[in-house]
Every structure is written in structure tokens, then in C-alpha cells.
């Protein structure tokens, strides 16, 4: 049985509440073979019992029925299924798994699957609950069966997630809590085989720039230090990466949020250098960037104008947040990109923090109160404010805009970096 943070739902009221809370997770729920005994006329719902059978059926139209498995593996196995649980697991028993903090134990089965030899059009995954975990009273040992079927019908795959259990008491939470995180971790299976969208981000850089020198930079700059965005620099573990990467290492913790990343790929030719990232486990611990999946690709190119910048990002959000992680992207990759841009032209240069206009007085004379780094976002603020020609009104109304703040753009043919959203194919399979 999938499971969640049981205490926490009690705390949200009752399951009407998160009904209305995730509306998301409950298409094609169905809750069948009820069978629920009531102690007595004066009995509370404490004290309910009987078999819980619950079924979820997920359509996926671009999946294969060993790709949905598969991703039923990864996603949702491995990784917890979008639920706000941690999995724990070993590469000597693969097959077993414990969900904190509830501590409850799952086990897969020996493999139960069937693939019609023709055309493979029919897989099958088998698991139980080993033990229910201190959360779970009241589940009875051994009546837990689990069985998820994926077959191609109708030109589609049909996932059929069936769960059954006995428990003798909180039959009508333990009902609506399988119901949830079952639903919910079939829709996050559901979502992690819709075809990704990508932003490609692109822009050129007039000079003779190395593009080795370039990556150097840019793993130093933008993963190593932070790219200059607003937030705390992040802490590096790992190894130190071998190709082009300076002092960069493999892998990054950034605060807030609490997302890892990891080189995984690095290239080099002649005119080209480039190089590969994802985030790890990302999910709901990753807030507000609510990712299944998260990967990019950064290339450099020697051309024959200058170096051509090139960050491809490919994701898969949760459709609930689909707008919000976009927009999020789109603001951070965009600014890296430009800063990147101040970095390798103005490597050096600062921006001066100056007293506000006319007000001398104010200061005792002071011209300057500091300088930060102008290959920085409050360098790119600082630096626009500076040169602002428009209107008092026009720069207040900016206030509230903070998108608008420093080096900002369109991103369209007319600004010096372009970018866009199309729906694609995986970077991992055109590099």
C-alpha cells in the first residue's frame, strides 16, 4: 500500500478538506469490494473494520506497457510517487523498500510478469506491505495484496493499480488515505510519461571567446558560485569534475530550496564544449520548483560572429503548478544566461552603490556607499536603475513588477538572449 503522513491529514480536518486540497489526484478512483463491519449501534468510526479494496486506472497514450512500468519503477518505487515521504532502499535487496517516516515496508514480488511474446502488450507488477509501521494500527499481517497491470489497448497503455487489505479498526481514514496516495502516485506516473517541455534560452557573444574557457567559467561562475543569483551560494560536494570544469565539482545542494544537482555529462570538440545536469529527486521537496523530471544541456560555440550560448532545459512539472515552474524557470535560466554574458565580457567590473538622486545633503557628502559585482542580479539592478531615463511614475509602478528588475528582456528577436517553450523530444536523446 502506498502510504503518506497520516497524523498530518488528521491535522487538515478530515479527508472533505483534502478532497478540495488535491482535486488533482482523484480522477478514475474507484473504491470497490467494501466490506465494512460496525461494532455496535454506538460504535465510532474508530472502531470500524472490514477489507479495503481500492482500484486506480490511469490511460497513458505515449507509453509503451514496459515504458509505463518502468516509469511506475522509477517514479514511483524509487522515488516515492510524488508523495512527501523519503524512500529508503539497497542495492543488495532492490526489491524492498521503507517509507519514511512512517516506517512501513513494501516487498515486490518475485517477478510476475507476463509479456505476450508477439507483441509484449501486457506487463504486470506484484508488491506487498511487510510491515504496516507504527502509524498503520490495526492493519492485520499478511491480508496486504497489490497489483498493477499495464496493457496496450486501443492504441494506449492502461495502467490498472488494484490494492486490497483487512484492517480492524479506522476503516474509513485507512479507505480514503490508500485512495489518496494510490491516486496520487498514478497520476505522477501518469505525468512522468507526457512528452516534457523544453525552454531553449540562446544568445551570442560578439569576440573571440574560447569556448573552453567558457565552460571553465561558467561551471565556476553558475554552478560553483551561484551564477549570481540573489539566493545563498550553494554547497558543493563530490568530486572535482576532470574536463573543463576548474574548481567545479560534480555535484550541488542549493538553499532554499533544497534541490541537487549533478554533472552528468561533459563534451569537447574542435569549436563546440558543453555540458549536462539534472536535478535529483525532484518533487515536493523541491518547492515551489515542483518537478517529476529536470534536465539540461549548456553548449559553447565558436562561431563565425563570436561564441553562440546555447541552455536547453527539459521538464516535466506537476500539472497543478505547470504556469508557476515555467515562469520560475524561464526567470532563472534567463538571468544565469545573462550574467553569464557580464562574466565573460566584464569579468572584473562592479557596480557602484550610490545615494539616491539630489539627496546629498542626506548622505554627508558620501558619493558611493559600496560596489557589488556587476556579472551579478543586484548588479544587473543596480546597474539599470543607474541609467533608468523613464518617468517617476513608470519607475514606481516597476516596484511591483520585480520581474522587470535588472537585466530583463522579452526574449524575443530583439533582445541579445532569445528564448522560448516548445513541447519536445528528451535532450537525453538528441545528444
Same mark, same amino acid.
Given at each position: ?68 512500468? &518502468?516509469?511506475?519503477? &522509477? ?35 518475485? &517477478? ?63 479507505? @480514503? ?28 557573444? &560578439? ?96 562561431? @563565425? ?43 572584473? @567590473? ?9 539627496? @546629498? ?71
Amino acid at each position: 500500500m502506498a502510504s503518506t503522513l497520516v497524523h498530518l491529514l488528521i491535522l487538515f480536518g478530515g479527508f472533505g478538506q483534502l478532497w478540495s486540497f488535491s482535486p488533482r489526484y482523484t480522477p478514475f478512483n474507484t473504491v470497490q469490494g467494501r466490506h465494512k463491519s460496525q461494532l455496535g449501534a454506538g460504535s465510532s468510526a474508530r472502531e470500524e473494520s472490514g477489507i479495503i479494496s481500492v482500484s486506480i486506472q490511469k490511460r497513458f497514450p505515449d507509453a509503451t506497457p514496459e515504458q509505463a512500468r &518502468d516509469a511506475w519503477m &522509477d517514479y514511483h518505487w524509487k522515488k516515492g510517487g510524488g508523495l512527501p515521504i523519503l524512500i529508503v532502499s539497497s542495492d543488495e535487496s532492490p526489491k524492498e523498500r521503507t517509507i519514511l517516516p512512517t516506517l512501513m515496508k513494501e516487498q515486490l514480488l518475485d &517477478d510476475e510478469v507476463e509479456e505476450n511474446q508477439e507483441d509484449q502488450s501486457h506487463v504486470e507488477i506484484s508488491y506487498k506491505v511487510t510491515d504496516a509501521g507504527p502509524l498503520f494500527p490495526g492493519i492485520i499481517p499478511d491480508t496486504h495484496s497489490a497489483n498493477v497491470t499495464f496493457e496496450y489497448t486501443n492504441q494506449a497503455t492502461v495502467m490498472n493499480w488494484d490494492v486490497s487489505f483487512e484492517t480492524t479498526k479506522f476503516y474509513t481514514l485507512y479507505e @480514503a488515505v490508500t485512495q489518496w496516495t494510490v491516486g496520487t502516485s498514478a497520476t505522477t506516473v501518469q505525468e512522468c510519461l507526457t512528452l516534457p517541455r523544453r525552454l531553449n534560452v540562446k544568445t551570442v557573444i &560578439d569576440g573571440d571567446i574560447d569556448p573552453f574557457l567558457a565552460r571553465k567559467e561558467c561551471l565556476e561562475f553558475v554552478w560553483a558560485s551561484g551564477g549570481g543569483l540573489p539566493l545563498i551560494p550553494p554547497i558543493p560536494f563530490g568530486d572535482i569534475l576532470e574536463e573543463g570544469g576548474g574548481s567545479a565539482r560534480r555535484s550541488l545542494l542549493r538553499i532554499p530550496p533544497l534541490i541537487t544537482e549533478s554533472i552528468v555529462d561533459t563534451a569537447t570538440t574542435e569549436k563546440q564544449t558543453s555540458f549536462e545536469y539534472r536535478l535529483n529527486r525532484p518533487g515536493l521537496t523541491t518547492f515551489p520548483f515542483l518537478l517529476h523530471t529536470h534536465i539540461g544541456h549548456v553548449s559553447f560555440t565558436s562561431t @563565425a560572429t563570436g561564441l553562440a550560448i546555447d541552455w536547453e532545459v527539459e521538464i516535466r512539472p506537476y500539472q497543478i503548478a505547470k504556469p508557476i515552474v515555467e515562469k520560475l524557470v524561464e526567470m532563472t535560466v534567463s538571468t544565469l544566461v545573462r550574467n553569464l554574458r557580464v562574466k565573460l565580457l566584464e569579468p572584473d @567590473a562592479v557596480v557602484l552603490i550610490k545615494p539616491p538622486r539630489g539627496n @546629498a545633503n542626506l548622505t554627508m557628502g558620501l558619493e558611493e556607499f559600496g560596489k557589488v559585482s556587476k556579472s551579478s542580479w543586484l548588479g544587473g539592478v543596480l546597474e539599470s536603475h543607474l541609467s533608468d531615463v523613464r518617468s517617476t511614475k513608470d519607475q514606481t509602478l516597476s516596484l511591483i513588477q520585480p520581474w522587470t528588475w535588472g537585466r530583463s528582456g522579452e526574449g524575443d528577436e530583439l533582445d541579445i538572449v532569445q528564448y522560448q517553450w516548445i513541447d519536445g523530444q528528451s535532450v537525453e536523446e538528441d545528444v
